[in-house]
């Protein structure tokens, strides 16, 4: 990466939309181990500034507007819980507002830079409700004055509550500000779960499986201790469950991915050693196995274990700095989807939580009342033991998968530029195709080869070599045509996405297609889920915009993970379960499903169906 100005791929820029579509895989795959995405590294400053007001204004909304927290006596706030409660309430704030995460270039929001509240203060932009069938009142995906009159709301509740003064609670020290009121909690998880029914992306967008829990502790259990004790579990399983969601191959390719594209990391021999054999190998080394899997997945199950049962106040610090040190590594990185600030939060957490109530002062798992742990530990790990199990009923987010490399994802596929072009013209939103806002500031050409990047990134992926794989069979020209990753395709569309395939999987495609009507052919979506624990068998759909879902199966993770980013075998092994009746793919013949399946002409009938 240059400070100021993008690194480029070695090819003539006139000349790149004419090489076939896998030589040009290759081509930017191999750019992206020795530059990433190639942004300017001054674009890394952006969000250092960003992270500096996050922390600032925090301090100062929390300080100026609560009674007890003086200014010249701001190192006395350490070990105020209130403190704690104002800085949670101020993130959320800034992630449902879109200045926290999913902001700017590194989410690939250039103008405007953000998303969120652009489109969620805006009737008429596209909504996603979770369950439209099942949940009366939240059918349809046109969002109403009822939806943002609901998101206005939510917004100046959270602003209200950074007004608030503490209050006492039984067990809290004496000599602190307080703890927030019950009631505000209590309304604010009502009003942030009531607007989940009507649309997931708002309801994803305020981190609630980071935040509500804790919240609930505070609102719900009469003694400061259990409310104390009752965040502490819930923050461990945050971590825990990350941890283990990372075993699997998806997360190696997570790690380097993450490390060709850190700004620091200006060491061409580091880059190269992420991989096994530039250029003629660019799955995840060794190295980046052991580092990912020591430093990272080793780490968020060991560490929050010794947070929570160590008696010795030298062996939690040590936990305390070895969970910071992960967490700079991270921001360190500036990650795709950008959650800086919940990073930093948690930071803060970690020392407040395990620092200020050591398990060896009363605060100990066991030091709480069987039933409410028995109570704490079914709601904190219900939806992670869910979405490990059955991913199709769980956002990753939900699902604690965050950094996995195991994610519901798309490809969206245009026949041509102008179908894409239709997006713009039909559909009330607060920014231009991404390709439109790039435009300006790198002319149409250059636009076009980082927006192909970003497909490129997702082939280093496993899912990304079985999104192509099923792309190839389905449609005829992959050279011609538009491919664009859904997850940066949803923040143009939603205002947000924090890599969640169920938020631009079939429901915004027929979105789109009530609004662009295309034909047959000109809009291919390929969709796959969360590989499900204890399984590697990972469902897939193809849905075509016009005919809606037109093929089922799935493909063995192994099949995918094996394979190289740019596929110069052809397409994965698949297997297909379902098929349209009277649909025939366009593309490429049917590989086989590689020894694992039935062969395509075994394929479920349409009647038998089940859904994926």
């Known amino acids: 990466m240059a400070y100021r100005t993008a690194e480029l791929p070695p090819v003539d820029i006139d000349e790149f939309a004419h090489i076939p579509f896998l030589e040009r895989m290759k081509l930017l795959q191999l750019h992206w181990v020795e530059s990433g995405f190639g942004t300017p590294r001054q674009s890394a400053m952006f969000y250092v500034w960003k992270i500096f007001f996050y922390v600032l204004f925090g301090l100062i909304v929390a300080g100026a507007f609560t009674k007890g927290l003086e200014f010249n006596d701001i190192g006395g706030w350490w070990d105020e819980p209130i403190l704690y409660q104002k800085l949670m309430i101020w993130t959320i704030l800034l992630e449902i507002l879109g200045l926290a995460a999913t902001c700017g270039p590194m989410a690939f929001h250039f103008d405007p830079l953000i998303g969120q509240s652009l489109y969620w203060w805006q009737n008429d932009t596209i909504r996603i409700?979770?369950?439209?069938?099942?949940?009366?009142?939240?059918?349809?995906?046109?969002?109403?004055?009822?939806?943002?009159?609901?998101?206005?709301?939510?917004?100046?509740?959270?602003?209200?509550?950074?007004?608030?003064?503490?209050?006492t609670m039984d067990g809290m020290p004496g000599d602190v500000a307080g703890v927030m009121p019950r009631w505000p909690l209590i309304v604010y998880a009502c009003l942030i779960v009531l607007m989940g029914l009507r649309d997931k992306c708002v309801f994803l967008a305020s981190r609630p499986e980071q935040?509500?829990?804790?919240?609930?502790?505070?609102?719900?259990?009469?003694?400061?201790?259990?409310?104390?004790?009752?965040?502490?579990?819930?923050?461990?399983?945050?971590?825990?469950?990350?941890?283990?969601?990372?075993?699997?191959?998806g997360f190696s390719a997570t790690v380097a991915a993450m490390v060709q594209n850190t700004p620091w990391n200006v060491f061409r021999k580091l880059r190269l050693a992420s991989v096994r054999d530039y250029p003629n190998d660019l799955r995840p080394s060794k190295l980046t196995h052991m580092v990912g899997h020591i430093g990272g997945t080793?780490?968020?199950?060991?560490?929050?274990?010794?947070?929570?049962?160590?008696?010795?106040?030298?062996?939690?610090?040590?936990?305390?700095?070895?969970?910071w040190m992960l967490h700079t590594f991270i921001i360190s990185t500036i990650p795709l989807a950008?959650?800086?600030e919940w990073n930093v939060f948690f930071m803060f957490c970690a020392g407040f939580l395990f620092g200020n109530f050591s398990a060896g002062d009363g605060y100990g798992v066991f030091d709480m009342h069987p039933l409410l742990l028995a109570g704490v530990l079914f709601v904190a790990l219900g939806p992670i033991v869910l979405g490990a199990f059955k991913p199709q009923y769980v956002s990753f987010l939900i699902?604690?998968?965050?950094?996995?490399?195991?994610?519901?994802?798309?490809?969206?596929?245009?026949?041509d530029s102008e179908k894409e072009d239709r997006l713009n013209e039909r559909i009330v939103k607060a920014a231009d195709n991404?390709?439109?806002?790039?435009?300006?500031?790198?002319?149409?050409?250059?636009?076009?080869?980082?927006?192909?990047?970003?497909?490129?990134?997702?082939m280093m992926h496993p899912m990304g070599r079985a999104h192509i794989s099923l792309q190839m069979r389905h449609n005829d020209d992959m050279d011609g045509r538009v491919l664009r990753d859904g997850e940066f395709l949803s923040n143009t569309l939603t205002g947000w996405n924090f890599g969640?395939?169920?938020?631009?999987?079939?429901r915004?495609?027929?979105?789109?297609?009530?609004?662009?009507?295309?034909?047959?052919?000109?809009?291919?979506?390929?969709f796959t889920e969360s590989q499900p624990m204890f399984d590697k068998r990972v469902q897939y759909r193809v849905i075509d915009s016009a005919l809606g879902v037109v093929e089922k199966g799935w493909y063995h993770n192994d099949d995918a993970a094996n394979e190289q980013p740019w596929l110069p075998n052809g397409g994965i092994a698949h297997v297909i379960t379902w098929t349209r009746d009277g649909y025939v793919a366009s593309g490429l013949p049917y590989p086989g499903s590689g020894g694992r399946g039935p062969a395509a002409e075994s394929a479920v009938p349409a009647a038998n169906a089940v859904s994926g």
């Open 508 to 526: 915004l495609v027929e979105a789109v297609q009530q609004r662009c009507n295309y034909e047959p052919g000109e809009l291919v979506v390929v």
């Open 211 to 249: 935040y509500v829990g804790t919240m609930l502790c505070f609102a719900f259990f009469l003694d400061f201790n259990d409310a104390i004790i009752g965040a502490k579990i819930f923050i461990a399983i945050v971590w825990m469950g990350a941890g283990v969601s990372k075993l699997q191959h």
């Open 298 to 323: 080793t780490a968020e199950i060991i560490v929050p274990l010794t947070l929570l049962f160590s008696p010795w106040p030298w062996l939690t610090w040590l936990a305390i700095v070895s969970i």
């Open 500 to 506: 969640d395939g169920h938020c631009h999987d079939e």
């Open 399 to 415: 699902g604690m998968k965050q950094y996995a490399g195991n994610w519901a994802s798309t490809t969206w596929s245009f026949s």
């Open 434 to 458: 991404q390709i439109d806002q790039l435009e300006p500031l790198f002319g149409r050409e250059i636009s076009e080869i980082f927006m192909q990047k970003a497909i490129a990134w997702r």
């Open 129 to 167: 409700p979770p369950y439209p069938n099942h949940v009366p009142f939240t059918k349809g995906n046109r969002r109403t004055p009822w939806d943002t009159g609901l998101y206005k709301l939510i917004v100046f509740w959270l602003v209200m509550m950074l007004f608030l003064s503490g209050t």
């Open 338 to 340: 950008v959650p800086l």
